[in-house]
Every structure is written in structure tokens, then in C-alpha cells.
């Protein structure tokens, strides 16, 4: 019978702790890798706006392409940070997604975005994307990353309109109105041009304001409005169009650029296909509040005629000039000449057919006259 010795036995004791070691490790490393990267993505409005819809799509899309190695919770309605609070959140690295009103880049120090801000800067859908999917969106990307931040995409929420407990239909009427802003100099510059009064405020604050009377209106697209429940605060809603609200999605630029490229390169594809559904879903959404806005019966709804938004566009024109040095001259005249050529381009579609029909001139005016903000 074979004798074991002493040394033998510590010997075989110290191979298997080493191997007990060993292959805890290992359980450890397969469970590390098997945990999913995961996005937290923070936004301040319903679920149910064209934003937080597309979140949701986003997080599909995301989850099923990487097979679960990526997990997106979505933080909707200030959940974790309000809107004057998630930019910080994110260059912290507390959440690793945003998509923020291209208001909050101007106060974060990059001017240039407030290029959006400025009144009755883009005539048409068609022009304004073509600016941010264009050499003007690429660049204003580029200027974030200083910040910490990279940029995915440009989402649409829609033209604002004017809404308070008075009417709206002169320049006369807005004067001395309390109006809720975001934080922008340019949206600042934009009220004081009509005469009111500028109220800079979080979002989620803004219905109880109106309830209680602490500011006397607002500016937003209608899908905001309505699914904040504004209108059953505001008497009075004017459809004018006068400025847009989008969004820029980010994310913190130290986490993507450290994902693994092929997760990268899918997030990236899953946010194109996205930012498509999140643009249809924008005029689709604004229609249907503004349906829902009228059926309700709680405002009255003013359209703002051609000839009257012509004035209101000469009265906040000086704010184009005023912001000039801080935005970039070359950026607004860009905007000014993407501008002119789709409003060509709309006259030319226009004039063809009648040319083809009747011969003879057909005045390009009368052609390209603006339609009903209704149908924006």
C-alpha cells in the first residue's frame, strides 16, 4: 500500500486551491463578459412625443442587433436629471445618452448651434434638413467634441407656436407678455423683439407656471403642448410657426469611443434607421395634437395669415444681425442660401407642370405661396 508523505499531500492541496482559483476566475471573466454594456439614456418629455417614442425605437433596434450586449434604459419625463441639469450629467458620465434641444448647446458654450434658434431662420422642413444632414450639421458635431461630447444625430420635433391667455394675432399683443423660454440668448432676443417679457424656465416646470399664472404663455411645438396638457392651461393658441424646436442626440465621448467598434458601428446603423421613424413620426404627431388640441375645445386656435407673419418676420429680423459674430456669419448666410435654393427648386416643380399643360409664364410667386400653417 503506497504512503502518502506530508509533502505530497500540500503538494496536491496547493494544486487544487490553485485550480479552485483558477476556475473561479473564470466564472467570474464568463460572467463579467456575459453582462451587457448598458446606455442610460435621460430625456425630459413624455413618453408618448415624438422624442420619447424614438427613444423607445432606439432601444429596440439597439437590443435586438447586438443580441443583449447592449441594454438601453430609457429615463423619461426629468426621471433622473432636468433639462438644466442632464448636459452636466452627461460630460460626467452619470448617463451616457441625451438628446437635448439644440437650445442647450448655445449656454454649454457652443454658439454655433443657436443657429437653430433664430426666428424664421428655415422656411420648410426640406431646408432645414438639409442643413443638419449636411456640411452645417457635420461641423456643428465637431464642435462638441471639445466638450466631451460626440454627436449621432439630428432629431425634429417640429415648428413652434405661440400660446397664452390673451390673444395673439398683432405685435401689439405680444407686448408685455410673460413668455417661458429655454435658456438661449437668441430666444431671449427673440420675445424682447416682439415685446414681451422672456421667462427662462425648466420644462417641467412650465404647466404649473401657466396654472398658477407665474408666466402668462409659452412657445412650443404642438406636440409638446399638448402632451404636457398646456392647452387645458391657455386660452388662446396662435399658429405661427416662428421658430423650430429640434434635438441633437449625444452621447459622452470617452464611452463611445472606448466601445468595441463592431457595437459602435451597429448603435450607429441603429440610430440612422431611428432618426428616419423619429422625422416621420414629428409632422405626424403635431397634426394629430393639433386635432386633439381643437376637439378639446379649451383654446382658441388663430392662424396666423401670410401677410402678418411677413410683419412679425420683419420685426425679428434684427435678430439674425445681432447674433451674427456669436453664431457665424458664414453659418447663417449658409442657411440663408440652402434656404433660397429649395424655395427655387419648390418654384421650378411648381411652374413645370402648368408650362406643360398651358403654355406661357406662371408667376413664381403665386406659385411657391406659402400654405396654412395647419399643414406645415
Known amino acids: 500500500m503506497a504512503v502518502v508523505s506530508i509533502q505530497q499531500k500540500g503538494v496536491v492541496m496547493k494544486l487544487s486551491v490553485l485550480l479552485s482559483t483558477l476556475a473561479l476566475g473564470l466564472a467570474t471573466f464568463a460572467a463579467q463578459a456575459a453582462e451587457p454594456i448598458v446606455i442610460k439614456f435621460s430625456h425630459v418629455v413624455a413618453p408618448?412625443?415624438?422624442?420619447?417614442?424614438?427613444?423607445?425605437?432606439?432601444?429596440?433596434?439597439?437590443?435586438?442587433?447586438?443580441?443583449?450586449?447592449?441594454?438601453?434604459?430609457?429615463?423619461?419625463?426629468?426621471?433622473?436629471?432636468?433639462?438644466?441639469?442632464?448636459?452636466?450629467?452627461?460630460?460626467?458620465?452619470?448617463?451616457?445618452?441625451?438628446?437635448?434641444?439644440?437650445?442647450?448647446?448655445?449656454?454649454?458654450?457652443?454658439?454655433?448651434?443657436?443657429?437653430?434658434?433664430?426666428?424664421?431662420?428655415?422656411?420648410?422642413?426640406?431646408?432645414?434638413?438639409?442643413?443638419?444632414?449636411?456640411?452645417?450639421?457635420?461641423?456643428?458635431?465637431?464642435?462638441?467634441?471639445?466638450?466631451?461630447?460626440?454627436?449621432?444625430?439630428?432629431?425634429?420635433?417640429?415648428?413652434?407656436?405661440?400660446?397664452?391667455?390673451?390673444?395673439?394675432?398683432?405685435?401689439e399683443d405680444m407686448k408685455g407678455l410673460k413668455m417661458r423660454i429655454q435658456s438661449s440668448k437668441v430666444l431671449e432676443a427673440q420675445m424682447k423683439a416682439l415685446g414681451a417679457n422672456p421667462q427662462v424656465m425648466a420644462f417641467s416646470e412650465v404647466y404649473s407656471a401657466l396654472q398658477q399664472g407665474v408666466v402668462d404663455g409659452a412657445e412650443n411645438p404642438m406636440s409638446n403642448l399638448y402632451t404636457q396638457k398646456m392647452h387645458e392651461v391657455q386660452k388662446?393658441?396662435?399658429?405661427?410657426?416662428?421658430?423650430?424646436?429640434?434635438?441633437?442626440?449625444?452621447?459622452?465621448?470617452?464611452?463611445?469611443?472606448?466601445?468595441?467598434?463592431?457595437?459602435?458601428?451597429?448603435?450607429?446603423?441603429?440610430?440612422?434607421?431611428?432618426?428616419?421613424?423619429?422625422?416621420?413620426?414629428?409632422?405626424?404627431?403635431?397634426?394629430?395634437?393639433?386635432?386633439?388640441?381643437?376637439?378639446?375645445?379649451?383654446?382658441?386656435?388663430?392662424v396666423l395669415p401670410y401677410k402678418d407673419r411677413v410683419v412679425w418676420q420683419q420685426a425679428l429680423l434684427p435678430v439674425h444681425k445681432e447674433f451674427e459674430e456669436k453664431i457665424g456669419r458664414d453659418l447663417i448666410q449658409a442657411a440663408y442660401a440652402i434656404a433660397a435654393q429649395v424655395e427655387k427648386e419648390k418654384a421650378a416643380q411648381a411652374v413645370a407642370p402648368a408650362k406643360k399643360d398651358k403654355p406661357g409664364p406662371v408667376k413664381a410667386d403665386k406659385a411657391a405661396k406659402p400654405a396654412k400653417t395647419e399643414k406645415q
Request: aromatic share 10%; charged share 30%; no cysteine.
Open 48 to 171: 408618448d412625443t415624438p422624442k420619447g417614442r424614438a427613444a423607445e425605437y432606439f432601444k429596440k433596434l439597439a437590443e435586438e442587433r447586438t443580441k443583449g450586449r447592449v441594454k438601453v434604459e430609457v429615463y423619461p419625463n426629468s426621471q433622473l436629471y432636468k433639462d438644466r441639469e442632464e448636459m452636466e450629467a452627461l460630460q460626467l458620465g452619470a448617463v451616457q445618452m441625451l438628446a437635448p434641444s439644440l437650445a442647450k448647446f448655445g449656454p454649454l458654450g457652443v454658439r454655433s448651434f443657436e443657429l437653430f434658434d433664430l426666428p424664421y431662420i428655415f422656411p420648410n422642413k426640406e431646408a432645414l434638413y438639409r442643413v443638419m444632414d449636411g456640411d452645417i450639421g457635420k461641423k456643428l458635431f465637431t464642435l462638441l467634441e471639445a466638450k466631451g461630447l460626440t454627436g449621432l444625430g439630428f432629431w425634429d420635433n417640429g415648428f413652434k407656436q405661440m400660446s397664452s391667455n390673451k390673444p395673439m394675432r398683432t405685435l
Open 236 to 302: 388662446h393658441l396662435t399658429l405661427s410657426d416662428h421658430g423650430y424646436l429640434g434635438y441633437a442626440v449625444i452621447v459622452n465621448k470617452k464611452f463611445w469611443d472606448e466601445l468595441p467598434a463592431d457595437i459602435r458601428a451597429t448603435l450607429n446603423k441603429a440610430m440612422q434607421e431611428t432618426t428616419v421613424f423619429e422625422r416621420k413620426i414629428a409632422q405626424e404627431e403635431n397634426d394629430d395634437a393639433l386635432a386633439a388640441v381643437k376637439k378639446a375645445g379649451t383654446t382658441q386656435i388663430y
